[in-house]
């Protein structure tokens, strides 16, 4: 919903509703917030399969070859018990006095982060972890004297999105709405300013070509850009619950301007504490008709330890323009004269068998709407076109 337009009766009522749960919440102490919302989590957990899939689904992305089935499992249920307590208490944050939130939380790498703000200005790349009100609202905090920004998105309903904004410039956060142009962001950050960029969120084949994880996909280049069109340099921030409502707040130097080093940064924040990661975005789905023409952005040269998986279900066979080490074709017939709930159940087998979910189905053409319907959220193609075919050469 556009901003300007003007809210509807769902959005009234979702807006009364928040403001009566966060009246709710203050009434609580932090602690009892924090314990409430690891309770609703694991509420959700229980009975939100789709979700509970999706989590669990990018874990085995991110961590399918280093830790077991069981431990995948056991860190999903985690997850949704610290996203569920992370949230909660992130609606509280902005009732607590600044001793009060001061006594939550402590701080590493300040003294860094100050040496690097006297440079100039300063980019922070942030995931989408912990505590996100926190990140919002600490760093004004500390003794410093820099103006903060920030880059966001702003909420789909407008009433609630209002109130945020008001609170966070309250603090004196200087912000710009998802579409600014990047000569803003950059002409803040060329005058000494510090602006945060959630950076962690899949932007398509219109980002840049990195490896996350160990695998091919897309990062957003904006914390890159803007840093050096800004004449700044980049650090990462991080949030990460050390108990029970309790938080440390991380600052670290990122020496390298480009878009690579700011994924290999986002990827040590999210390994350092895995349980407080946001996994419910489809992080690493692949979209579009070339859903993997992103591919032709990498260079021979380049390492790619953890290839794309594609599983051709039909007899005829299919080559892919792309080499194995970018990704891997396995083949699978399926008798597709069976019943939905079984090709259902063998769809799920073929993503779930190995160490990695399926990236891409190939499928015949008589069958690609059945397909698509059956396995979820995963790409499936049609084996009789060539999607392909215009793609030039990997660039050497």
Wanted: one cysteine or more.
């Amino acid at each position: 919903m556009s901003r300007s337009t003007p809210p509807t009766l769902s959005h009234r009522l979702e807006y009364y509703a928040y403001r009566v749960f966060e009246w709710m919440l203050k009434m609580m102490s932090l602690e009892t917030v924090f314990k409430l919302g690891e309770f609703a989590g694991r509420i959700v957990y229980r009975y939100n399969s789709t979700r509970r899939y999706q989590v669990t689904r990018n874990l085995r992305f991110a961590f399918g070859d280093e830790i077991s089935q069981s431990e995948i499992s056991q860190l999903t249920a985690e997850v949704f018990e610290r996203t569920g307590a992370n949230f909660l208490t992130s609606l509280k944050i902005p009732f607590l006095s600044d001793d009060k939130i001061l006594a939550r939380i402590h701080f590493e790498g300040l003294d860094d982060f100050f040496a690097t703000t006297r440079e100039g200005g300063i980019v922070m790349v942030s995931p989408h972890m912990g505590n996100w009100e926190l990140l919002a609202q600490a760093i004004f905090l500390v003794d410093g004297d820099f103006r903060v920004g920030t880059h966001y998105r702003p909420l789909n309903n407008s009433l609630i999105n209002a109130v945020v904004e008001r609170r966070r410039r309250r603090r004196g956060l200087k912000l710009f709405a998802k579409r600014s142009s990047t000569h803003r962001l950059s002409s803040f950050v060329r005058d000494g300013g510090a602006m945060g960029i959630l950076a962690d969120q899949r932007v398509g084949d219109r980002g840049a070509a990195c490896l996350f994880f160990g695998r091919p996909t897309t990062c957003s280049p904006l914390p890159h850009i803007i840093a050096k069109r800004g004449k700044g340099l980049l650090t990462s921030l991080s949030c990460e619950t050390v108990g029970i409502a309790r938080w440390k707040i991380s600052f670290r130097y990122i020496p390298t301007i480009s878009a690579q080093a700011c994924a290999d940064s986002i990827e040590q924040d999210w390994r350092r504490s895995p349980v407080d990661v946001f996994w419910f975005e489809d992080r690493w789905r692949l979209r579009g008709e070339d859903p993997v023409a992103f591919l032709n952005k990498y260079k021979d040269e380049l390492e790619i330890p953890r290839a794309l998986r594609a599983v051709n279900l039909a007899q005829q066979e299919k080559k892919l323009p792309y080499p194995d080490r970018l990704i891997t074709q396995e083949h699978q017939e399926v008798d597709f004269n069976q019943n939905d709930q079984s090709l259902r159940e063998i769809l799920n087998e073929i993503s779930n068998r190995g160490a990695t979910p399926v990236d891409l189905f190939l499928a015949p053409h008589s069958q690609l709407g059945r397909v698509k319907k059956l396995s979820g959220k995963i790409i499936t193609l049609a084996v009789e076109k060539n999607y392909f075919s215009e793609i030039p050469p990997i660039k050497k």
